[in-house]
């Protein structure tokens, strides 16, 4: 059996020495110590990469504390399952855990179960400010592209500017700067269509 540590700082202000520290005083060796921190806005995984490749059934992980191991629960079970695959077991110091044997599967269980409640979590918030935006107005998805041909249709038929916008859901000044450069200047589409539009168009007259 070997031993092997990993130890891994999430923001930029933290250390790695306490883990290190720790890793070593259980009997680590320094050459077998894998490490990672964060590197700008991203996380590096060189350091955990590199064990996933070192490791032989048989052989056992330390990492100081359970949130170490992984960005956040689920990516821990993933990695606590990807190691019982191999044989491999991982030794949590602080929380006195062991992924090995009966008390492993518990874990691996429990752990599985809290991942899946954060997921669900996120969602029904992710839910409710989506419901709370769109009762103050807030539009999702991708903004539709502007026709312009539409608008300047409408606006040879009279309708006011008020009205274009709300019958193709955009903003009145929207209206008034297609209208305004309209008499500036030629459209880039001579016949004001947007491409999409102009391929149904040929497509419909080919009759495919």
């Not at 695959?85 to 874990?107: L, N, P, S, W, Y």
Request: positive net charge; contains cysteine.
């Amino acid at each position: 059996m070997r031993l092997f540590g990993y130890a891994r700082v999430s923001t930029s202000q933290q250390s790695l020495d306490i883990q290190i520290r720790a890793l070593k005083d259980t009997g680590v060796k320094a050459n077998r110590i894998f490490t990672d921190k964060v590197s700008g806005s991203t996380v590096d995984t060189e350091g955990l990469d590199l064990l996933r490749m070192k490791v032989e059934e048989g052989d056992v992980i330390l990492v100081k504390k359970l949130d170490r191991l992984g960005r956040d629960t689920a990516d821990m079970v993933q990695l606590i399952k990807e190691f019982d695959a191999q044989g491999v077991a991982v030794r949590f110091i602080d929380d006195g855990i062991i992924t090995d044997g009966e008390m492993g599967k518990m874990v691996i269980t429990i752990l599985s179960a809290v991942a899946q409640a954060e997921r669900q979590r996120i969602l029904e918030r992710t839910n409710e400010g989506r419901q709370e935006a769109k009762l103050k107005g807030i539009r999702f998805g991708r903004r539709c592209s502007i026709d312009r041909n539409s608008v300047l249709e409408l606006h040879r038929q009279g309708t006011g500017a008020t009205e274009i916008a709300r019958q193709l859901s955009i903003a009145r000044s929207t209206v008034y700067k297609v209208i305004d450069e309209s008499k500036q200047k030629p459209s880039a589409c001579k016949w004001g269509l947007k491409p999409n539009r102009t391929i149904s168009i040929i497509i419909e007259h080919a009759n495919f």
